[in-house]
């Protein structure tokens, strides 16, 4: 009976696992096969034909265009990251270390997430008004004096992406912070100031290590958006901007579905191995 | 508490100016949008203000309007409620059988995150393929669908594992030992105690689904989603609607998030009413 039992108990798991299994059977694991084979196919400049050749990975490796992609998604994903991990700490620490009342903690955070759950192709398109030639930024530097002409570079630019990516990405580096240094125990901090911490010691010594759990948290996230973004590069770029996934996205309008399968095929390594490293550096599950 | 009061004269009024000036930021622009998207009927995309109207805003409803927003927005709002329901569903009994542990358990806890890194345009692009490749037409309600999915899931997952690695297994052992049956256990243990968990699941299940664009971009077929009819209008019409549909769908979002938070309390405050005295489930 029990022997039983424990038999239908195991069955349960496998139940309860095969909606999840599907799922990401269907429209992940399915896609990327679909993916890998298509990258070994040809383009004829009008279709896509079934072939097993290395040309696309050839030139996608010898191309100079790849290469400027990567350069420059690198460097405004760095900007980003660095951007959005100083002003995410800065935030979770006024907001756990500050702010003492527990409502007003929470009300605050609150604040801060909600955007998140709105659309942030308006977040991104809400940015125009305010940016461009004539817009709020360029209005009120001009009436104060500070510039005679308006600023070109603000809309239509790098800039633009980069200020629209902190903006719609630094939450996702507050939260994971906010959540792991509400862990810490004030004991800790009173043990280091007993023990003659200043300030700034404190900080580096102590509540920056207790911070890396949440830090690698928000770095997955912030890099693996910024990386794999093209709205905003379509959106706020005036074609200024060359990112790598603006650019497999073009190469689909272009009904190129061989390369750019090749093309998101790396770009997808490259962020696994990204995470990858970082999902070593810290036991994430350990988070939850 | 102590550390700030150590150094309030000085980083703790940086703080706080950060922490108001990022404030002004996040919010910032869509407070402007909302501003003008009551433009005059002459006015344009930037200040100043000819006027005030709702012109902008019955022009949406306009069907002689470059983009017809209606069917948009009522296909986003049934597929993020299907969205919605498969996310709670799934990630529900994942989290179940994630609790007791199970061989290749690691595996799936990598699959779910590999499903949240990947890029959206890769996965967009390989279920549109996959179609075409079993000669068929992707559509919102298809392949959108599972592009959805495989942006929610990981969300809802990792909601569930933290909700269960919190829950006390004792509570259902003794349900149990009292007697009660697997379905009466689940019923009125593990769902009341995880409920507000679940909610969580479904407005991050309703609203990533209701604005995902970019995972949506190769798969809805002949019919546009709200975010895919908005960007490709961005470029070409350049109206104050654009922002009217912008600050409508922002208060729906708003609206969305309001009652999530709103059951989360009624939630809350049932169960502390609860815990005095004994009702009947």
């Given amino acids: 009976?029990?022997?039983?039992?424990?038999?239908?108990?195991?069955?349960?798991?496998?139940?309860?696992?095969?909606?999840?299994?599907?799922?990401?059977?269907?429209?992940?694991?399915?896609?990327?096969?679909?993916i890998l084979i298509t990258s070994f196919w040809?383009?004829?400049?009008?279709?896509?034909?079934?072939?097993f050749t290395v040309r696309n990975y050839v030139k996608l490796f010898t191309s100079g265009l790849t290469l400027d992609n990567y350069l420059e998604t690198i460097r405004i994903a760095a900007i980003v990251w660095i951007t959005t991990t100083v002003l995410g700490f800065i935030i979770a620490y006024y907001l756990v270390f500050d702010v003492l009342s527990l409502k007003a903690k929470m009300?605050?955070?609150?604040?801060?997430?909600?955007?998140?759950?709105?659309?942030?192709?308006?977040?991104?398109?809400?940015?125009?008004?305010?940016?461009?030639?004539?817009?709020?930024?360029?209005?009120?530097?001009?009436s104060i004096g500070i510039t005679d002409e308006?600023?070109?570079?603000?809309?239509?630019?790098?800039?633009?992406?980069?200020?629209?990516?902190?903006?719609?990405?630094?939450?996702?580096?507050?939260?994971?912070?906010?959540?792991?240094m509400a862990r810490i125990d004030p004991a800790l901090i009173e043990a280091a100031r007993d023990n003659g911490a200043k300030g700034w010691q404190i900080l580096l010594h102590v509540i920056i290590p207790l911070c890396k759990p949440g830090i690698a948290i928000g770095t997955i996230f912030v890099l693996s958006l910024t990386l794999s973004d093209f709205t905003a590069v379509r959106l706020l770029s005036g074609a200024n901007v060359g990112t790598v996934a603006l650019s497999i996205s073009n190469q689909i309008g272009s009904y190129n579905f061989a390369y750019s399968s090749a093309n998101s095929l790396f770009l997808l390594i490259v962020l696994l191995l990204i995470v990858g490293g970082i999902m070593r550096l810290v036991d994430v599950r350990k988070q939850l | 508490m102590s550390v700030g009061r150590m150094k309030r004269s000085n980083w703790f009024y940086f703080r706080t100016v950060i922490f108001y000036a990022f404030l002004l930021f996040l919010y910032g622009p869509i407070a402007v949008m909302g501003v003008l998207s009551f433009?005059?009927?002459?006015?344009?995309?930037?200040?100043?203000?000819?006027?005030?109207?709702?012109?902008?805003?019955?022009?949406?409803?306009?069907?002689?309007?470059?983009?017809?927003?209606?069917?948009?927005?009522?296909?986003s709002v049934i597929l993020a409620l299907i969205i919605m329901f498969l996310t709670m569903t799934i990630s529900f009994l994942a989290g179940l059988a994630f609790r007791k542990g199970f061989r290749g358990n690691t595996f799936f806890f990598y699959l779910v995150v590999a499903s949240l890194i990947a890029p959206s345009i890769l996965i967009s692009l390989g279920i549109g393929r996959m179609f075409t490749s079993l000669e068929m037409q992707s559509a919102w309600w298809s392949g959108a669908l599972g592009a959805h999915l495989t942006w929610t899931l990981p969300f809802g997952v990792l909601i569930m594992l933290a909700i269960f690695s919190r829950f006390d297994p004792r509570t259902e052992e003794a349900a149990r030992d009292l007697g009660a049956t697997t379905w009466q256990t689940l019923k009125s243990v593990i769902i009341p105690i995880t409920l507000p968990g679940l909610v969580g699941v479904a407005l991050f299940g309703f609203t990533l689904s209701y604005d995902e664009y970019a995972r949506t971009s190769q798969v809805s077929g002949e019919y546009n989603t709200l975010p895919l009819e908005l960007v490709s209008v961005t470029g070409t019409a350049s109206t104050p609607a654009l922002y009217a549909i912008g600050t409508m769908t922002t208060i729906f979002s708003l609206l969305v998030i309001g009652i999530s938070f709103l059951s989360l309390f009624i939630i809350q405050k049932r169960r502390s009413g609860a815990s005095i005295g004994i009702k009947e489930s």
């Avoid at chain 1, 349960?12 to 992940?28: H, K, V």
């Fill in chain 1, 42 to 51: 040809k383009f004829n400049g009008f279709l896509t034909i079934p072939d």
């Fill in chain 1, 107 to 142: 009300l605050l955070f609150l604040l801060c997430v909600v955007p998140f759950w709105t659309s942030g192709v308006i977040r991104m398109i809400a940015w125009i008004p305010f940016l461009g030639k004539e817009g709020v930024i360029n209005r009120v530097l001009m």
């Fill in chain 1, 150 to 180: 308006p600023l070109e570079f603000l809309l239509f630019s790098e800039f633009a992406v980069i200020l629209s990516y902190v903006h719609v990405f630094t939450l996702f580096m507050v939260a994971p912070l906010f959540n792991t």
């Fill in chain 2, 39 to 75: 433009q005059g009927e002459t006015g344009g995309l930037t200040f100043p203000m000819r006027g005030a109207s709702v012109h902008w805003f019955a022009d949406v409803f306009n069907p002689s309007y470059i983009g017809d927003f209606r069917w948009p927005w009522g296909r």
């Fill in chain 1, 1 to 34: 009976m029990a022997h039983l039992f424990e038999k239908i108990q195991r069955y349960s798991t496998a139940l309860q696992m095969t909606p999840l299994g599907i799922a990401l059977l269907l429209f992940l694991i399915g896609p990327i096969i679909v």
